[in-house]
């Protein structure tokens, strides 16, 4: 299979890469994170526990590891418009939390609109230049919070 794109050109900026180191529990740095992404305007209608998850069916031994699916509304309506309805297929826009050691939890996020891009499914360029802005803009304000608690 040949990539439509050079892996090895591909920098974390490109793609939104965000990443934050919260030295507290996975379950208290869960519940900071999500009360973060809620205060600057994103809902989190999916979330699950990969970790728990393949540990109870394939016996994984797996460090606690969790996905918030959060989601601006507003982001994403305008996206939708943007891509021709094609980036629901990358929703919600998900922040993982992982445990690196006892204490210590890393926070990760890449963002959608910037892999939409990338892959090409926006429609309307000039729209999804705003939306990518404006989004990158709520979650640069969210991780800044992460990080001054």
């Not at 994103?42 to 109870?56: I, R, T």
Request: proline letters at 5%; one cysteine or more.
């Amino acid at each position: 299979m040949t990539l439509p794109i050079d892996p090895d050109a591909i920098r974390a900026g490109d793609y939104g890469e965000k990443r934050a180191t919260l030295e507290m529990a996975h379950d208290e740095a869960v519940e900071h994170v999500r009360e973060t992404f809620t205060d600057h305007g994103f809902g989190v209608p999916v979330e699950f526990s990969p970790s728990e998850l393949l540990n109870e069916k394939v016996d994984a031994g797996r460090d606690p590891y969790y996905v918030l699916g959060a989601c601006n509304p507003q982001m994403a309506d305008r996206a939708l418009d943007a891509t021709d309805g094609r980036i629901g297929a990358l929703f919600p826009c998900n922040v993982v939390v992982w445990q690196e050691a006892p204490g210590v939890q890393a926070v990760y996020h890449v963002s959608i609109m910037r892999i939409a891009r990338l892959l090409g499914l926006d429609a309307d360029e000039d729209a999804m230049d705003e939306i990518i802005a404006d989004t990158g803009e709520l979650i640069d304000a969210a991780y800044a919070d992460l990080d001054s608690s």
